[in-house]
């Protein structure tokens, strides 16, 4: 069996998530009924992570193994041809057959788009969090690398199915921090890895500082904010 490594993006508006769910459309689910019509029988893909309903990513990496000898190559191609096209594979590469796309992982990261401007563009509006209400920016783009260091970042999490196993919450964010770009606010965090929800969770805490709500003095200070929707987050990179 050879191991494939692939670097994919989709628009994951129109996909229950990540993960393999019954009777629903995922991207997990996607890939492997392609691939199975490519290798002939049932193929597992591993992703480095579970992005949620509705989240996009710009360049997720995951792997499977294939007995099909055809070459990387003409396995991207095969797959972009069948692949719906809010799917695309932008790279494919045979490597060892121990790697796995999640526990080899170095550092992600995620950016977090919200449109400021009063009117929302059309065209816009399926990839940001239209925002246009008074925000101390200031006050946003200060809280912003609180985050950052090796925290419990328990309560920015939802509650994930793993919980049941008592792994540790604590995370390392090597950096974060706020920009405005026109009419687009953006937060972008590099981490370790990341708890379910829990990019949307440290948005939704930021807008809650930059509305006054929230005081940012410190990270033991802070209290999670709402969740923000989905549509404005995108898996930007990972890092081997």
């Not at 940001?128 to 609180?146: K, M, S």
């Amino acid at each position: 069996m050879r191991r494939i490594k692939i670097t994919l993006a989709y628009d994951g508006t129109d996909y229950h998530g990540w993960q393999v769910q019954p009777a629903l459309s995922t991207i997990q689910g996607t890939l492997q009924d392609v691939l199975g019509e490519i290798e002939g029988q049932p193929v597992h893909v591993e992703g480095s992570g579970r992005t949620d309903a509705g989240v996009h990513a710009l360049a997720q990496v995951a792997a499977f193994s294939l007995s099909n000898p055809i070459p990387p190559e003409n396995l991207k191609r095969a797959m972009n041809r069948l692949l719906p096209g809010a799917i695309r594979i932008f790279a494919a590469e045979e490597v060892d057959a121990a790697f796995n796309p999640r526990y080899d992982a170095r550092a992600k990261t995620y950016e977090y788009r919200i449109f400021r401007g009063e009117v929302c563009p059309p065209i816009e509006r399926r990839y940001v969090y239209h925002y246009p209400y008074p925000l101390d920016l200031v006050r946003l783009f200060d809280a912003a690398p609180l985050f950052a260091g090796e925290h419990d970042f328990s309560a920015f999490a939802a509650a994930d199915d793993r919980d049941r196993e008592g792994a540790s919450k604590v995370r390392t964010i090597f950096s974060s921090r706020a920009e405005l770009a026109g009419d687009r606010l953006l937060y972008r965090v590099r981490g370790s890895g990341f708890l379910k929800h829990m990019v949307r969770n440290l948005v939704g805490t930021l807008l809650e500082i930059g509305k006054g709500n929230l005081a940012a003095d410190s990270f033991e200070a802070l209290k999670s904010g709402p969740t923000a929707p989905a549509r404005g987050l995108f898996l930007e990179d990972v890092e081997y």
